[in-house]
């Protein structure tokens, strides 16, 4: 079985730690890592190419092994990560497809076990998981723990699934789901793990996502110095997550009144 990853990259030159993906590779063949470069005004696509190249002179078979994917202008983590997942869809066979980020947060062996609950239980969707287990090792600041509590019971409420940690970047998805919910854009550069839950209920509905959708605690997680969310995004997020709430909740249900009101008219008036 062959297993995607997606890894976005703005402005990661000096952050990659290239020598934990090397290793992992040569661990794991049946795995393709796919770099994505978002726009980045560093040196990163060139250090991700030199990378690429140099494990090629090694060994012939990593040309299928890493991907680079690069983005002339810088698009957000959202497309980022879509775009990755496209090109894998379109150029490789694997059969399933996720994301982790390139600083490592959620490191491999953490990844490796959100893809064997997937393949195992033969789910549609693994995500990782930061609040699930109190015993789960994290570095994370002060404000980053209460920000994320409180913004936690706003999602809930939105996506409608009984997921405690939305925001959590190691998700895996099957590549039949991954076909659905990452065909169009998302709205939001940050917040689109909650479009994808959404999209997941929505394709599936509410009692198969619940099924099928499985949040597992990780062992470790790594807050790293350097996030590329600034204080303006992070401003952003209420208006934001509010915009989903009416494009994704709000107008479908006002659309499906309208039109039931309209299928009672049509025959009075005919009548």
Do not use: H
């Not at 079985?1 to 992992?24: D, H, Q, W």
């Not at 796919?34 to 005004?41: H, M």
Request: proline fraction near 2%; glycine fraction near 6%; charged fraction near 25%.
């Amino acid at each position: 079985m062959k297993n995607g990853i997606v890894i976005p990259c703005y402005n990661e030159a000096n952050r990659l730690k290239l020598s934990e993906f090397k290793t992992f590779i040569n661990r794991n063949p049946d795995y393709t890592l796919c770099f994505v470069n978002d726009g980045s005004k560093d040196e990163t696509l060139n250090v991700l190419k030199n990378f690429q190249y140099e494990l090629m002179l090694c060994n012939r078979g990593f040309e299928t092994q890493v991907l680079v994917y690069d983005m002339p202008e810088n698009g957000g983590k959202a497309s980022a990560v879509r775009s990755g997942v496209r090109y894998l869809l379109d150029n490789t066979m694997v059969e399933n497809i996720g994301f982790i980020d390139a600083d490592l947060a959620t490191g491999f062996d953490d990844y490796s076990n959100l893809v064997e609950v997937l393949t195992t239980q033969s789910l549609d969707a693994v995500i990782g998981s930061r609040k699930l287990d109190v015993d789960v090792e994290m570095e994370r600041s002060t404000f980053r723990k209460a920000a994320s509590y409180v913004f936690g019971k706003f999602i809930n409420k939105i996506i409608g699934l009984d997921i405690k940690d939305t925001q959590c970047g190691a998700k895996v998805f099957s590549r039949s789901i991954a076909k659905e919910i990452f065909k169009n854009n998302f709205q939001s550069k940050w917040l689109f793990d909650v479009e994808i839950l959404i999209r997941m209920k929505d394709f599936l509905g509410k009692k198969a996502a619940s099924k099928f959708v499985k949040e597992i605690s990780l062992k470790k997680w790594e807050e790293v110095d350097g996030s590329k969310i600034t204080i303006k995004d992070s401003m952003q997020f209420p208006i934001q997550l509010c915009q989903i709430a009416i494009d994704y909740n709000l107008k479908p249900q006002i659309k499906n009144y309208t039109n039931s009101i309209s299928t009672f008219i049509k025959p009075s008036l005919l009548s």
